[in-house]
């Protein structure tokens, strides 16, 4: 079963709208269409992900401070779990602390506003993005680019949401750098 704890400790998010909603939408379907449903379900284990709502600074911070990189990013994601942690997920009775992601507003904000669409939508890809990090999957090459980037527009689409990637330069297609 899976347990998202989501806060608002920085960045002009709205405090009205109900990201906690938002993300947990986005990290079932992140999880059940990258083959992983059996998470989901309510005899399962507790899945834990921890999503902070931040702004740029303490983005920025975290992106020096665990990747050596002294800029904001758009989301940042810290997984739990090694491949071996990976493999045992979903077995019977066993919580699992997943992992944990920060999203920098004012990055997001700008990054929606280039790509002409909602915020929501860009936090949407982005969890998603984000939670198939924690599941193990990356981009450092080509290929798994092109298979993380496909996996992430098949479960966009599920949910409504268009190709981010389609007619993007090939400096804007990046959504993180992990």
């Given at each position: 079963?899976?347990?998202?704890?989501?806060?608002?400790?920085?960045?002009?998010?709205?405090?009205?709208?109900?990201?906690?909603?938002?993300?947990?939408?986005?990290?079932?379907?992140?999880?059940?269409?990258?083959g992983?449903?059996?998470?989901?379900?309510?005899?399962?284990?507790?899945?834990?992900?921890?999503?902070?709502?931040?702004?740029?600074?303490?983005?920025?911070?975290?992106?020096?401070d665990?990747?050596?990189?002294?800029?904001?990013?758009?989301?940042?994601?810290?997984?739990m779990?090694?491949?071996?942690?990976?493999?045992?997920?979903?077995?019977?009775?066993?919580?699992?602390?997943?992992?944990?992601?920060?999203?920098?507003?004012?990055?997001?904000?700008?990054?929606?506003?280039?790509?002409?669409?909602?915020?929501?939508?860009?936090?949407?890809?982005?969890?998603?993005?984000?939670?198939?990090?924690?599941?193990?999957?990356?981009?450092?090459?080509?290929?798994?680019?092109?298979?993380?980037?496909?996996?992430?527009?098949?479960?966009?689409?599920?949910?409504?949401?268009?190709?981010?990637?389609?007619?993007?330069?090939?400096?804007?297609?990046?959504?993180?750098?992990?």
């Open positions: 079963m899976l347990d998202v704890d989501c806060d608002i400790v920085g960045g002009d998010w709205d405090a009205g709208f109900d990201w906690e909603a938002l993300a947990a939408r986005a990290l079932a379907a992140a999880i059940d269409g990258a992983h449903a059996a998470l989901l379900a309510p005899d399962s284990g507790l899945v834990e992900v921890s999503v902070r709502l931040t702004d740029d600074g303490e983005v920025q911070t975290l992106n020096r665990w990747r050596g990189r002294d800029r904001p990013t758009n989301i940042l994601s810290f997984p779990l090694d491949a071996a942690g990976l493999s045992l997920l979903g077995q019977p009775g066993t919580d699992t602390l997943l992992g944990d992601m920060a999203l920098a507003f004012a990055t997001i904000e700008r990054e929606a506003a280039q790509k002409d669409i909602s915020i929501e939508a860009h936090v949407v890809h982005l969890l998603v993005h984000g939670t198939l990090h924690l599941l193990g999957h990356d981009h450092m090459d080509d290929p798994a680019a092109d298979a993380m980037e496909a996996l992430e527009t098949r479960i966009l689409s599920g949910l409504g949401i268009s190709n981010p990637y389609r007619d993007l330069p090939p400096d804007m297609r990046a959504v993180d750098e992990q």
